[in-house]
């Protein structure tokens, strides 16, 4: 499956973002899919994930509360709602889908910059 992330920008402290991400394949429904993030210098840390059906969702514990994992499968896309960004949320964003163990595919990323 390919998967295109867009939505990232610019955004001020407290501000909010939304991202999305399109998956090329109708199968997207029987994937989970996740969003992780890489900030300059630091290794990429898992975001939040949400199951096939949207009905389970995980969260790091540095962005609970403050954004909202979702997804759409007639239109194979998952969206990742931030809130309150902090500069700290400043990273490459990507989106990552997995059937199994592990992620089997990465979108491209796109770039995430809060301003304090």
């Known amino acids: 499956v390919q998967l295109q992330a867009f939505g990232g920008g610019l955004a001020q402290a407290g501000g909010s973002l939304r991202l999305s991400c399109v998956a090329s394949?109708?199968?997207?429904?029987?994937?989970?899919m996740g969003w992780f993030r890489q900030a300059p210098g630091k290794e990429r840390e898992f975001v939040a994930a949400?199951?096939?059906?949207?009905?389970?969702?995980y969260y790091a514990d540095s962005v609970k509360g403050r954004f909202t994992i979702s997804r759409d499968n007639a239109k194979s896309t998952v969206y990742l709602q931030m809130n309150s960004l902090k500069p700290e949320d400043t990273a490459v964003y990507y989106c990552?889908?997995?059937?199994?163990?592990?992620?089997?595919?990465w979108g491209q990323g796109t770039l995430v910059t809060v301003s304090s």
């Open positions: 990552a889908s997995g059937a199994g163990a592990g992620w089997s595919a």
């Open positions: 949400v199951g096939w059906s949207g009905s389970i969702e």
């Open positions: 394949e109708r199968t997207f429904r029987t994937y989970r």
